[in-house]
């Protein structure tokens, strides 16, 4: 099993905030297509990872353990990247999680086997929800969405401070809860795309993309989604507490 422990120290971290992988991409059609999507919201999830101040990292033949260390228990787990990961190396994962300390999820491809729920039950993760991944194929036409009167730029590591006020602004979320995810290391990585949307020259909204092929919808998200071209390849079974 490969393992990769990331552990740093001391990296310096409106309408609303998104975080997603989700550029175009080429990738043969069907379970093909579903398997890339994956693979890539791994690749682009390990990205952000290095971007913050301690991470964990390590991954097995068909899933993977991540710890961002952040009080979002979707960034922390345990996840089935292959269509059917084994459980018995999803469980020695798990066994790992406590000692984090951080709240965590447990995820699979598909609906949830008998074995995925016993895992997760004996772990206390007794409430199971889902989300579809979908992908937007290269060559699709482009979709404004840009209001009248309102501006959109690309921006870089300078706006930090500004992607954290608009955060906290626009969600209420406490300012520590993403402070590290809009970071300027975060906002400055290779793969990040940073956007500011302006009115006025004020900035109302912001948005991060990380380059990797794909974006997990959020149900309250999935219009949005459909409208900018996106397409569903895959559905993953979150269990949480």
């Known amino acids: 099993m490969k393992r990769r422990d990331v552990l740093k120290a001391g990296l310096a971290d409106g309408a609303g905030v998104v975080l997603m992988a989700a550029p175009a991409m080429a990738a043969p059609r069907g379970r093909g297509l579903a398997d890339a999507a994956n693979s890539s919201w791994l690749q682009a999830t390990e990205h952000l990872l290095s971007a913050l101040p301690r991470s964990v990292d390590q991954a097995g033949k068909g899933s993977a353990l991540l710890v961002s260390f952040q009080s979002q228990a979707r960034m922390n787990g345990v996840f089935g990247i292959a269509e059917n990961a084994s459980v018995a190396e999803m469980a020695e994962f798990a066994a790992q999680m406590p000692k984090y300390g951080a709240p965590w999820v447990l995820r699979t491809r598909g609906a949830a086997t008998p ?45 930090a401070q500004t992607f954290l006020d608009v955060s906290v602004a626009a969600t209420g979320v406490p300012a520590d809860s993403v402070r590290d995810l809009l970071s300027g290391a975060a906002l400055d990585l290779p793969a990040a795309s940073p956007y500011v949307v302006e009115v006025g020259g004020e900035v109302v909204a912001v948005g991060l993309g990380l380059r990797g092929g794909l974006l997990a919808i959020d149900p309250a998200n999935e219009q949005l989604a459909r409208t900018l071209g996106f397409h569903t390849v895959d559905t993953w079974t979150i269990a949480h507490a």
């Open 115 to 159: 074995e995925f729920t016993e895992l997760a039950e004996s772990h206390g993760l007794t409430v199971q929800d889902q989300r579809a991944l979908a992908v937007l194929e290269k060559n699709t036409t482009p979709f404004d969405t840009t209001p009248p009167g309102a501006t959109v730029r690309r921006v870089d590591g300078a706006y």
